[in-house]
């Protein structure tokens, strides 16, 4: 089975700041990759798929990058509504999916 | 605009079985599968396993297989997940999710808000 690993677990950041999550597969995932931010009480929300396309409706302020087996999400600038959990996601062949252990971005 | 409603909160004793219902709206239900997600309390997200509204295909993750069962209605675009001899760690939110495709890549873009399921004597 393929094994998604997120780091940092978590992050203490300033609003303005630049944020950089990182998700590492167990082996190649070609650009099988998505980015999920979930608040506490509420269902995850996708932000990017096939790591790098931006969700409609997404600010602009989100980035993904990475193909293989690195894979980073970006904020440019972080705001209030950005403190939350994000997830990695991998697909794998016929229908099976893995999550990392997800990120939780916090107040400094 | 899509749409994915679940049905309410569950208590269960161990060893039981629920049904979590995922009623889908704003789109031709048949055209898309549906991915089942859980999250234990203080958690991350646990995929359960996926199946196709088209034809009923289904996948199921290894550790939950042989106790859980996932079937559509396309009469009522409604899909469900049935786990069966709950045991403590079951307790969690399960989530259905919308599975997207892009060529081979396929990817969940609208999710349900949660049913949570509490398993307890």
């Known amino acids: 089975d393929i094994q998604m690993t997120q780091s940092p677990s978590t992050l203490s950041a300033s609003v303005g700041d630049r944020v950089t999550i990182t998700c590492r597969a167990s082996?190649?995932?070609?650009?099988?990759l998505a980015w999920y931010q979930q608040k506490p009480g509420k269902a995850p929300k996708l932000l990017i798929y096939?790591?790098?396309s931006l969700e409609s409706g997404v600010p602009s302020r989100f980035s993904g990058s990475g193909s293989g087996t690195e894979f980073t999400l970006t904020i440019s600038s972080l705001q209030p509504d950005d403190f939350a959990t994000y997830y990695c996601?991998?697909?794998?062949?016929?229908?099976?999916?893995?999550f990392g252990q997800g990120t939780k971005v916090e107040i400094k | 605009q899509v749409q994915l409603v679940q049905s309410g909160a569950e208590v269960k004793k161990p060893g039981a079985s629920v049904k979590v219902s995922c009623k889908a709206s704003?789109?031709?239900?048949?055209?898309?599968?549906i991915s089942w997600v859980r999250q234990a309390p203080g958690q991350g997200l646990e995929w359960m396993g996926w199946?196709?509204?088209?034809?009923?295909?289904?996948n199921y993750a290894q550790k939950l297989q042989g106790r859980v069962t996932m079937t559509t209605d396309t009469s009522t675009s409604t899909a469900y997940m049935e786990l069966r001899s709950l045991r403590s760690d079951d307790t969690a939110v399960y989530y259905c999710?919308?599975?997207?495709?892009?060529?081979?890549?396929?990817?969940?873009?609208?999710w349900g808000k949660g049913t949570t399921v509490t398993v307890s004597s």
């Open positions: 096939k790591a790098s």
């Open positions: 082996q190649s995932i070609s650009s099988w």
């Open positions: 704003g789109y031709t239900f048949t055209s898309y599968g």
């Open positions: 999710a919308r599975v997207l495709a892009q060529y081979y890549y396929y990817y969940m873009d609208v």
């Open positions: 996601q991998q697909y794998n062949s016929y229908f099976t999916w893995t």
């Open positions: 199946i196709s509204a088209y034809n009923g295909n289904t």
